[in-house]
Nanobody, 120 residues
Framework: QVQLEESGGGLVQVGGSLRLSCAATGSPFSIPNMAWYRQGPGNERELVAGITRDSRKDYADSVKGRFTISRDITGNTVYLQMNSLKPEDTAVYYC??????????????WGQGTQVTVSS
């Protein structure tokens, strides 16, 4: 059983930065790809960024140039560096695995979510 634990959310002003982390435990060797999703107030959950084991990266158009997804050398921790934050980035951010890069689809495992609030 895989567990995903997010951290790093919080309150930040417009234009600020935050770095989210997601640590995978349990059976991380079975997880080639991981992703970040978010769900804002009144919105459906959407893909923010995904990364594969060979470091292919996918981004939502709304975050390209501002957010960067990366993973550590073990591949068991994924990060989301968020810069130039906007009020519309306010959402609960979820870690997901195994991310299906071919279809940009979510896998079966979800973290509990971490709140990101951008104040204007």
């Amino acid at each position: 059983q895989v567990q995903l634990e997010e951290s790093g959310g919080g309150l930040v002003q417009v234009g600020g930065s935050l770095r989210l982390s997601c640590a995978a435990t349990g059976s991380p060797f079975s997880i080639p790809n991981m992703a970040w999703y978010r769900q804002g107030p009144g919105n459906e959950r959407e893909l923010v960024a995904g990364i594969t084991r060979d470091s292919r990266k996918d981004y939502a158009d709304s975050v390209k140039g501002r957010f960067t997804i990366s993973r550590d050398i073990t591949g068991n921790t994924v990060y989301l560096q968020m810069n130039s934050l906007k009020p519309e980035d306010t959402a609960v951010y979820y870690c997901n695995a195994p991310y299906v890069a071919a279809t940009l689809s979510a896998g079966r495992y979800w973290g509990q979510g971490t709140q990101v609030t951008v104040s204007s």
